[in-house]
């Protein structure tokens, strides 16, 4: 069963424009949730995060949303660059002493085209 | 500074045989994850090092995994009579006591059995 879910598998924009990339999850006890970014034959890299107290957070052209009620969060990346081509995880985490493990979803490939 | 390091980078090993995977996490770095990335899926946590004790080891599929860590450095996965569902890409991640949602990883080895 999958509690973290990206349910687009890829998403193509144009350079300059807006990237929406989005996740759901399930389990109600995550607090706290990140985005990763990965290139090919590379690890994953942290790219932004945000507690369950907050429902943005900002990173210069990134932003991620939470929005708690419906179990969602987008993240949002403006404007797009074609360095942005990755694939982007959407990760949580539950609070308490199992704060370290990460449940990821199966990410999302995005490609900006130039 | 260096990053995390793993090797080999790549490893293709005959169903049956024992694989070892090597994790060099930050010099500095108290904690150490293991991960696995099956094709198509997220990243599914293994294992938790904290130091050289491993507190959760709740992920790890079955009895033919294992793994261990030198005091706060190298960690090594050993996988016991492969499978060739173990063909997987195997991700090592360490981060500050303290900061673990951060988690820094490395490049992954991608371990096939044929």
Redesign the interface.
């Known amino acids: 069963d999958?509690q973290?879910k990206?349910n687009s598998p890829s998403l193509s924009v144009q350079e300059g424009r807006i990237s929406i990339l989005n996740c759901d999850y399930t389990n109600s006890m995550f607090d706290?949730f990140?985005w990763?970014k990965k290139y090919p034959?590379?690890?994953?890299?942290?790219l932004i995060?945000i507690s369950s107290i907050k429902d943005k957070n900002e990173d210069g052209r990134f932003t991620v949303f939470l929005n708690k009620s419906a179990k969602h969060l987008s993240l949002h990346i403006v404007p797009s660059q074609p360095g942005d081509s990755a694939v982007y995880?959407c990760?949580a985490?539950a609070g308490g002493g199992?704060?370290?493990?990460?449940?990821?979803?199966?990410?999302t490939l995005l490609t900006v085209n130039p | 500074g260096a990053g995390v390091s793993q090797s080999p980078s790549n490893k293709v090993t005959e169903k049956g045989k024992d694989v070892e995977l090597r994790c060099d996490p930050i010099s500095g770095h108290t904690a150490l994850y293991w991960y696995r990335q099956r094709l198509g899926q997220g990243l599914e946590f293994l294992i938790y090092f904290q130091g050289n004790s491993a507190p959760d080891k709740s992920g790890l599929p079955s009895d033919r995994f294992s793994a261990e860590r030198t005091g706060e450095s190298v960690s090594t996965l050993t996988i016991q009579r492969t499978q060739q569902e173990d063909s997987a890409v195997y991700l090592c991640a360490s981060s500050l006591r303290g900061l673990v949602y951060e988690q820094y990883f490395g490049p992954g080895t991608r371990l096939t059995v044929t």
Not at chain 1, 41 to 46: K, N, R, S, V, Y
Not at chain 1, 98 to 107: C, E, I, M, R, V
């Open positions: 999958q973290v990206q706290y990140l990763y034959a590379e690890g994953p890299t942290f995060s995880f990760a985490s199992s704060n370290y493990k990460l449940t990821f979803g199966k990410g």
